[in-house]
């Protein structure tokens, strides 16, 4: 079943309108100064979505590379690239984080919103790191998020549903989970049902998402040339990552 896929993603930003994304882009900056890089930097965002990261951080100055493997979330992240004025417009870009080589080296390299976590076979999270580290400039620094697996365990995954209202359309997702303790993995089933002027739709996904421990996080960064710099809560970036926080931060530094 595709991941991301077009109705999803016409779906997307509507769905997700409530994320605090320019809180996260302030955190991600907090971290970069915390760790000495302060100011523009240039940034390869991977997994990169509909651009709700890549493109606040264009609007602050950074130079801003956008990957992702979903046509139509990258064709949403350009239309409304489109519709800012930019010095510096991200670039957009289709590709898989697992093979991609773009012939170029970045300051910073974002994983946001558990792009990490799809990466759930252990040769695809190598594959993704070592693309990552041969992107990142001697000594640049690596920040993303994942399911924290000491919350997962401690919490469990259930099922949910969200609406969103944007106009004249209304988006109902229906969400059901499976757990996979041993493998680390956790299934996603959404049901989505969309209504607007045209009439109703609906569309079905399913997301294995992996979650991580904080050791295994700092083993795996290490076998693949970074060294974990910080661990905390998310979005708020200042919590332990214990089994209170389901989301949490990192930042690793290329060895």
């Not at 915390?34 to 264009?58: E, F």
């Not at 809560?233 to 990552?241: K, L, T």
């Amino acid at each position: 079943m595709t991941v991301f896929g077009a109705d999803y993603a016409d779906c997307y930003d509507i769905l997700y309108r409530a994320k605090d994304y320019a809180g996260e882009v302030d955190l991600i900056e907090r971290l970069l100064a915390k760790h000495g890089a302060a100011g523009p930097r240039s940034i390869l965002d991977l997994g990169c979505g509909t651009g709700n990261h890549a493109l606040p951080l264009a609007q602050r100055g950074h130079r801003v590379t956008g990957v992702d493997r979903a046509p139509g979330m990258l064709a949403q992240a350009r239309a409304k690239a489109a519709t800012l004025a930019l010095a510096h417009p991200p670039i957009f870009a289709e590709g898989d984080v697992c093979r991609l080589d773009l012939g170029q080296r970045f300051e910073v390299a974002l994983m946001m919103f558990m792009v990490l976590g799809y990466q759930f076979e252990n040769a695809d999270l190598v594959a993704a790191l070592v693309t990552l580290r041969r992107h990142l400039a001697p000594a640049g620094l690596f920040v993303f998020d994942v399911w924290n697996g000491l919350a997962v365990l401690a919490q469990r995954p259930g099922e949910r549903t969200v609406e969103a209202v944007l106009g004249d359309t209304r988006i109902v997702r229906r969400t059901r989970t499976r757990l996979e303790p041993m493998a680390q993995l956790c299934h996603v089933h959404f049901d989505i049902e969309r209504t607007d002027a045209a009439g109703t739709t609906a569309c079905e996904e399913t997301h294995t998402m992996r979650f991580f421990f904080p050791q295994e996080l700092d083993l795996v960064l290490r076998c693949n040339g970074m060294r974990l710099l910080h661990l905390s809560s998310f979005p708020d970036g200042e919590g332990p990552p214990d089994e209170q926080a389901w989301n949490i931060v990192g930042v690793a530094q290329a060895t």
